[in-house]
């Protein structure tokens, strides 16, 4: 099984901090964000790696290189402008190959356990499997609801046991390339075919408790960072 780390985003809402440094190279604990992917995925028994760049892509691939030094072997998917998250998968699917394939946003830290994903989606017959947490301060609505381990649109947000209740994408998945079967390079986001998939009964989930971190703001990454040196998560 490969894996693909989404690294191409512009990085707008940490500036300053993301003028001159890739969001993916900002560091947590003493190592950078991507840093903190790639181990667990060998730790996992995952060495092929896929990356994609856009924003100071140079930066990137001169401070990780093919991968050797943490036992991974990387491929990199350049893409200039961002074509957003399915636009960039498509484009690397040549590399990536017809099984399928973990991908992993760049900005977010978790401590999943990733290496049971080999075994459990080796034979993989659904589109999509999506890793749902608790739904943080910035996303109180969540995204999708949970029924068994079939992932839906659900409703709205759970208030006083009324409705479904919805959690949040984590960033972590299983993708099959059928996923995009058919479907030409260019700027697509991956949402629309998630719901596309939800609807056709193709896309399964499961719940993680934590701990999980969308870094997406300086000050997440400071108190992240508190956390990570103080043992906290």
Known sequence: MKAMILAAGLGTRMRPL????????????????????IEALVRAGITELVINTAWLGEK???????????????????????????????????????????????????RYPI??????????????HLVLVDNPEHNPGGDFSLDADRITMGTTLRVAGEGEHRYTFSGLSVLHPRLFSG??????????LLREAMAAKQVTGEYF???WVDVGTPARLAELDEQIRTNLV
């Open 18 to 37: 993301t003028d001159h440094v890739p969001k993916p190279l900002l560091e947590v604990g003493g190592k950078p964000l991507i840093v903190w992917h």
């Open 60 to 110: 990137l691939q001169a401070a990780l290189g093919d991968g050797h030094q943490f036992g991974a072997q990387i491929e990199w998917s350049h893409e200039g402008e961002p074509l957003e998250t399915a636009g960039g998968l498509i484009k690397a699917l040549p590399l990536l190959g017809d099984a399928p394939f973990v991908v992993v946003n760049g900005d977010i830290w978790l």
């Open 115 to 128: 290496s049971g994903l080999r075994e459990r989606f080796a034979g993989m017959t659904q589109s999509a």
């Open 183 to 192: 479907l030409a390079e260019g700027k697509r986001p991956l949402a629309p």
């Open 209 to 211: 408790p934590g701990p």
